[in-house]
C-alpha cells in the first residue's frame, strides 16, 4: 500500500499548524480514510479531532469516523491521567529513596506540557544500574510488581538486555526500568542521558530531566533502527514538539547523534522536515547523501505512516497477549461483578486459551501472513541501507 502525496502533505501541514481548511476539503474519500487511519495508528488521533473541531469541519468525516476518533482520544486522555497519576506516586518514592533515575519518552514529553496531551501506554524510566535493586523496592512501595514470583529472583549482578521484567500494579499500569537504552548500548547513551539530568518541577512534581537532545535522538532511535517503524507519525509530532524547546540545539544533537552512532537516523528526520518544510528555526538544509534520496525517503514516511508489519495482530499474540488479558479483566478496579465467581471462569478460560496459543498464533499467521510479508519485507530493506550507510560512513572515518 502506497500512500498519496496530498494525504503525506496534509499529515504533515496538520501537524506543523500549516493546514487550510481548502486544502482539507480537497481529499477525496479514500484518502481521508487513509487520513484517520494514520493518526489512529501512530496514536495522535486528539490532533486530528482538535483541528476538525476548531475549524468547523467535523462534519467532512461520516458521524462513524467521528464517533472512533472521539472514542480514541477520549480513552487515551483517560489512560494519560491514570498513568501519570502512577507516575507521580512513583517519582515521589523513588526521589526520597535517592535513586538515580530520569523518565523516558512519552512522560518526558508530557511533563513538559500543561496537559498531558502526549498519549503513553506506560512508563518508561532509566536508572543508573547501581540502583536497580533498590529501584525494584521502591517500585514495590508504589504497588507495582513483577508478574511472574520467578523475577521476584532477579539477578541483579548478571544483567541481561537493558531492561527488568516488567512491573504492574493494581490500575494494569505497565512499568519498565531500563538500565540501558539496548542491548549493544554497554551504558554509553544511558550514561549519558544520566549524567546529563537537571531539575525540572511541573505538576507539583520534582522531576529530574535529561536535555531535549537526548531526548529527541532516543526517540528517533526508538522510532527506527529499534523498533522497525512500528511508532507511527506520533515521532513526528514529537520531534516538532521538541523544536519549541527555548534550549534545544540543534547542533548539538547532530554532534551527540555521532557520538551515540545515529548520525543516519537524525539525518533522515532532518531531510523529512525540509521536504515538507516542516520547520524553519534551524534552517534545515537538504542533505548531498545520495543514498537518503527522494525514493528512500517517500518509503521510510510510506512505512512510518501505516506500517502493517509490526503493528497487526500478530503482535498482540507475540506479546504474551493471554497474560494480558487475565491481569485486564481479573484486577480491573471498575468490575462489578461477582469477582470469585468471575476469577474462577475466567482463569479456565485463560488455561483453555494458553493451551492452544501455539496454534492460534499459527492460524493467525497463515491467514495474515501475505497481508504483513510486503511491509515486512519494506522495513527490513530500510533498515538494511541505514546499516550500510553506516558501515559506509564509518570506513570513510577510518580510511
Not at 48 to 67: A, C, G, M, S, V
Request: aromatic fraction near 12%.
Amino acid at each position: 500500500m502506497t500512500l498519496s502525496k496530498n494525504v503525506i502533505q496534509i499529515v504533515f501541514s496538520l501537524l506543523s499548524g500549516k493546514l487550510t481548511s481548502e486544502r482539507f476539503l480537497s481529499l477525496k474519500n479514500k484518502e481521508l480514510d487513509f487520513l484517520i487511519d494514520i493518526f489512529i495508528f501512530g496514536r495522535i488521533e486528539n490532533r486530528l479531532l482538535d483541528w476538525l473541531i476548531e475549524n468547523k469541519l467535523k462534519e467532512r468525516i461520516t458521524e462513524r469516523q467521528f464517533k472512533i476518533l472521539l472514542r480514541y482520544s477520549q480513552l487515551r486522555a483517560l489512560n494519560n491521567q491514570k498513568i501519570m497519576g502512577d507516575y507521580k506516586r512513583l517519582s515521589q518514592i523513588f526521589n526520597s529513596s535517592k535513586i538515580s533515575y530520569t523518565p523516558l519518552k512519552g512522560v518526558h514529553l508530557n511533563l513538559l506540557n500543561k496537559y498531558f496531551t502526549r498519549n503513553i501506554r506506560d512508563i518508561d524510566i532509566l536508572v543508573n544500574s547501581k540502583d536497580l535493586e533498590k529501584s525494584v523496592k521502591a517500585a514495590n512501595t508504589a504497588g507495582f510488581f513483577f508478574k511472574s514470583r520467578l523475577h521476584e529472583q532477579y539477578d541483579f549482578k548478571n544483567l541481561e538486555g537493558y531492561d527488568l521484567p516488567q512491573l504492574f500494579n493494581r490500575n494494569g499500569t505497565c512499568l519498565e526500568i531500563h538500565f540501558r537504552i539496548a542491548n549493544s548500548d554497554n551504558y554509553h547513551f544511558a550514561k549519558l542521558i544520566l549524567d546529563n539530568i537537571k531539575e525540572y518541577k511541573s505538576h507539583s512534581i520534582n522531576n529530574r530531566l535529561t536535555s531535549p537532545e537526548l531526548l529527541l535522538l532516543h526517540l528517533i532511535f526508538h522510532a527506527t533502527t529499534k523498533q522497525g517503524l512500528d511508532v507511527g507519525i506520533q515521532v513526528i509530532d514529537d520531534i516538532l514538539q521538541i523544536f519549541k524547546i527555548e534550549d534545544f540545539s540543534i547542533e548539538k544533537a547532530k554532534s551527540l547523534s555521532k557520538t551515540l552512532n545515529l548520525k543516519e537516523e537524525l539525518e533522515i528526520f532532518l531531510l523529512i522536515l525540509a521536504e515538507y518544510d516542516l520547520h524553519n528555526r534551524f534552517l534545515i538544509k537538504k542533505s548531498s547523501n545520495k543514498t537518503f534520496n527522494n525514493e528512500f525517503l517517500d518509503e521510510f514516511v510510506d512505512l512510518l505512516m501505516l506500517n502493517t508489519s509490526t503493528n497487526s495482530s500478530l503482535k498482540l499474540f507475540n506479546k504474551d497477549f493471554f497474560s494480558r488479558i487475565k491481569r485486564v479483566l481479573l484486577y480491573n478496579p471498575k468490575a462489578h461483578w461477582n469477582k470469585n465467581f468471575m476469577k474462577s471462569i475466567i482463569k479456565k478460560i485463560y488455561n483453555i486459551l494458553n493451551t492452544f496459543k501455539k496454534y492460534i498464533v499459527i492460524i493467525i499467521n497463515l491467514i495474515f501472513k501475505k497481508r504483513f510479508r510486503n511491509d515486512n519485507f519494506r522495513v527490513r530493506r530500510i533498515l538494511q541501507i541505514i546499516n550500510h550507510e553506516k558501515e559506509y560512513s564509518s570506513r570513510s572515518k577510518e580510511s
